[in-house]
């Protein structure tokens, strides 16, 4: 009887979820049209440093060179359309019965496919928006978060074998996932420090909205793997993802709007 309620249960959680994903996709597509629409052509140059000889003085200094210049309204659409076609893809029949059947076994291989491009050039924008220019730092700090979600998913495709929660990936994903955050800071705060509080409101907003949401991802992995109230079903850990994902992307994509790319 137990085994059977426990089916029914599941069953309940897993109904609609198509109709969610579809949901989600649009919402997220809708948003990205907007900030593609809508934006002015704010753009933020992106540099490399490198030794340059200087004959006169005889000395080996650092030279920087502006290499590009990313326009941040189609930056910012880009991790919006990322999750929109992620989720829509998960609609399509075949698609979304390996997705139930993921769901079921407690793991989503989609999920962090998803956010290894979305959240990883989320982070680039924030970088970029307290003063990190430096192509190389926006790879390493583009990496670095990639590497975190990557130990998310090792997190779910090693516990499928363990009897009992296995935490080594989470605990390494974490260290992975501060790092971007420790260099941003110092950008940041380094930026505030010399230009004696001339940096907009809205960034400061972002950095900690931003950061808040990225470790609520990781508190509701712990609920799921400690099984806390409705966190026992995996499926609900599944949607509290999806609208995580939703919040935190919106709450991005608008401060930034409201902050660099409204039209003058």
């Known amino acids: 009887m137990e085994m059977e309620e426990e089916s029914r249960k599941r069953g309940r959680s897993l109904k609609n979820l198509r109709v969610f994903n579809f949901s989600m ?13 809508l934006s002015n052509r704010f ?13 006169k003085l005889g000395i080996v200094k650092t030279a920087t060179k502006e290499i590009a210049n990313i326009r941040i309204g189609p930056f910012v659409a880009s991790f919006l359309f990322i999750s929109a076609v992620a989720h829509l893809i998960l609609t399509a029949p075949r698609a979304h019965q390996w997705y139930l059947k993921n769901l079921k076994r407690g793991i989503n291989y989609a999920r962090w496919a998803e956010y290894f491009f979305s959240s990883s050039i989320m982070i680039v924008i ?23 979600i990557l130990f998310g998913l090792v997190m779910e495709v090693h516990n499928q074998t363990t009897e ?6 989470f605990a390494c994903g974490c260290f992975a996932g501060i790092i971007p955050w420790v260099a941003i800071a ?13 940096i907009p409101t ?53 401060q930034v709007f409201s902050g660099t790319l409204r039209p003058q």
Do not use: C
């Open 43 to 55: 753009s933020l140059p992106v540099t490399t440093n490198f030794l340059s000889y200087d004959k």
């Open 126 to 148: 924030i970088a970029l928006l307290s003063g990190m220019y430096d192509l190389p730092s926006l790879i390493l700090i583009f990496s670095l978060n990639g590497t975190m």
């Open 202 to 254: 809205f960034v400061y907003f972002i950095l900690l909205s931003l950061f808040i949401f990225f470790n609520i991802f990781a508190v509701n992995m712990v609920l799921q793997y400690k099984k806390v109230g409705p966190w026992k079903d995996y499926v609900f850990g599944e949607r509290v993802y999806i609208i995580l994902s939703l919040t935190a992307k919106s709450a991005l994509a608008w």
């Open 25 to 37: 996709g649009i919402l997220h597509l809708i948003q990205g049209v907007l900030m593609v629409v």
């Open 164 to 169: 009992k929660t296995n935490w080594t990936a």
């Open 186 to 198: 110092m950008y940041f705060f380094g930026a505030a420090l010399e230009s004696s509080g001339s």
